[in-house]
């Protein structure tokens, strides 16, 4: 049975691709600094290098100069995030203008197809609370938010995260299945619009 094939809008398919390039790019900022530009790690590397040719510094010096290298990199987590709070607000447009298309209906629809939407819907509420958290994170000062309130927003923001990562995965998967069996087509849909 046919289930999820149908005609892709083009603002769909823009905001779609646009959407899953930053959505990578966040993770690539998030990668990074859990692993190459992690400041515990190289705040180490960089004591024993100073060492190795002669010099000394101190674990505070060194401190600095991991963080320094991983600022570099990380002011590009919030300004990719904005963009990606951008989408969501032109996906937010779609949904009310581009009627046919781009609004996500389940009327008398099998259980999967059920499932599979409404966890379109969960990405669409986690990302909303990822834009939030994300932004009263950047403008906290701004914002005057205490150190405490600080804190926990970025617990949840950390805590979080982990549902996209797992939603990618599953996400290709299921397109890559569906693909195969009689939805074919169904990913060149959504480069292409599709004819059904
Ligand atoms: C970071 C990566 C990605 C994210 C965050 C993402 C997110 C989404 C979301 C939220 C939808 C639902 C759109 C709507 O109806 O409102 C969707 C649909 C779709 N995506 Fe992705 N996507 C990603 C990568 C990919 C990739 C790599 C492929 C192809 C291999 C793909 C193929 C599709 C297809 C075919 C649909 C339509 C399927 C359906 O109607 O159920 N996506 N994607
Ligand atoms: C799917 C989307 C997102 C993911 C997976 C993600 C992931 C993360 C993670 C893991 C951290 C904690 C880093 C750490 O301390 O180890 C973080 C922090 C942060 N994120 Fe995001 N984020 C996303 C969206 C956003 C958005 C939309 C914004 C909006 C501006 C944003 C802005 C920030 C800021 C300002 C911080 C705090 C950094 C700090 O305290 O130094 N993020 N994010």
């Known amino acids: ?25 966040l993770f690539l900022t ?3 600094r859990k692993t190459f530009l992690s400041v515990k790690a190289n705040t180490n590397a960089i004591m024993m290098k100073a060492q190795e040719v002669g010099g000394t510094l101190t674990e505070s010096q060194a401190n600095d100069i991991a963080r320094m290298l991983r600022k570099a990199m990380w002011q590009w987590h919030p300004i990719i995030g904005l963009a990606v709070v951008a989408l ?29 939407k409404r966890n379109y819907i969960l990405f669409y509420t986690l990302l909303t609370v990822m834009g939030i958290t994300g932004m009263l994170l950047y403008w906290d000062d701004s914002l005057a938010i205490d150190k405490s309130t600080h804190n926990f927003i970025k617990e949840v923001h950390e ?23 009689e939805d074919r087509g169904l ?10």
């Open 88 to 116: 969501l607000l032109y996906r937010a447009y779609l949904y009310f203008t581009d009627k046919k298309n781009a609004k996500i209906s389940m009327e008398g629809k099998p259980l999967l197809y059920k499932v599979v």
């Open 30 to 32: 998030v990668f990074l």
């Open 187 to 196: 990913i060149s849909d959504m480069i292409n619009g599709g004819d059904q």
């Open 1 to 25: 049975m046919i289930m999820f094939k149908k005609k892709q809008s083009l603002g769909l398919r823009v905001w779609h691709w646009s959407n899953a390039l930053l959505i990578s790019l």
């Open 159 to 181: 805590f979080l995260m982990w549902y996209f990562p797992a939603f990618v995965i599953a996400h290709i998967a299921g397109v890559v299945y569906a693909d195969r069996g």
